[in-house]
């Protein structure tokens, strides 16, 4: 008990749990609408062109004799990632080339341009590994702000507009018939990516960001049929593994971010294997399971008007 008061008191720790709790449970909910696009690598091209980001930061500090010289290794990384973004999001959708393509191009573009400018920069492996795949203790009081904020608008657009995004996410033809701001709503999605990358870079990494951003969704599907509850659940695990591996740490040398992924593929190896005997128990709630939103639909009786409900 004394062990847990006193990583609970510790105001390093405080900080860090803050940061895990805030992108555990904001993450999952981009995830869920990049599931629903069938663009489940987007994260991860995403995460490439923020460390290209991160390394202009730095090289710009450094020139500016800023200390320390990162101080905008975090701004660089939520400018490339916007930027990166957003570019994917103009080539899809103006067809000049295929989808998995132009993620291939970022991959590869953003991890060479990100190791070669902070080279650069002067920066060390050890540097480059700590974005790369997270360093939960060089988060500061800034950095905790940071992610309030981040998080914070993240949360806003992705459950305020919910139903909006849901739309086109599931069918951009029907969202355009509608008469919904399709290409608004698009690159809405592709910001939020880019806004989670950054602010999830250092818990989990720039490589591992797209994990708990896909991992804890894949959960969530296999628990429910539901858009809304899939978010729900997904969000609800992502604080978990983040929180619970995190805490972990605190005892154990591991690094945070590859014990965090590996606890949310854990879930998911066990929810999958307990999967059909929890669906044989479970009496079918839904008529249409194979219909991933929330509309219900139910026979028709006298007097009865049909209702749906919005994701």
Do not use: K
């Amino acid at each position: 008990m004394s062990g847990l008061w006193g990583m609970v008191t510790d105001p390093f720790m405080q900080r860090a749990l803050l940061a895990a709790l805030l992108v555990g449970l904001s993450a999952p909910v981009v995830g869920t609408y990049l599931v629903q696009r069938r663009l489940a690598l987007l994260g991860d091209g995403i995460g490439h062109v923020a460390l290209t980001g991160v390394a202009l930061g730095w090289l710009v500090g450094a020139a500016m004799g800023l200390v320390p010289d990162d101080v905008l290794a975090v701004p660089g990384a939520v400018v490339a990632a916007v930027a990166g973004s957003v570019l994917i999001e103009v080539v899809r959708r103006r067809g000049r080339t295929s989808g998995d393509l132009a993620l291939a191009i970022l991959f590869y573009g953003g991890i060479a341009g990100g190791v070669l400018l902070i080279g650069l920069a002067g920066g060390s492996s050890g540097s480059l590994m700590a974005y790369l795949f997270g360093s939960i203790s060089t988060v500061t009081t800034a950095d905790v702000w940071v992610t309030v904020v981040l998080c914070g608008l993240i949360l806003a657009i992705g459950l305020g507009l919910r139903g909006a995004l849901f739309s086109v996410s599931h069918d951009e033809e029907f969202a355009i018939s509608s008469g919904l701001p399709v290409w608004a709503l698009n690159m809405a999605v592709a910001v939020l990516a880019a806004l989670t990358v950054t602010v999830a870079m250092r818990v989990v990494g720039l490589l591992l960001v797209s994990a708990l951003m896909i991992v804890p969704v894949a959960i969530g599907q296999l628990l429910t049929h539901s858009f809304r509850r899939t978010m729900l659940a997904a969000s609800t695990i992502g604080v978990v593994v983040c929180v619970t591996g995190l805490s972990i740490t605190y005892w154990h040398n591991v690094s945070p971010g590859a014990l965090i992924v590996v606890l949310a593929i854990g879930v998911y190896a066990v929810v999958a294997a307990l999967q059909p005997l929890l669906s044989r128990r479970r009496p079918p709630a839904d008529p249409h399971p194979d219909i991933p939103d929330d509309v219900a639909v139910t026979a028709p009786r006298a007097g009865d008007r049909e209702e749906e409900c919005t994701p």
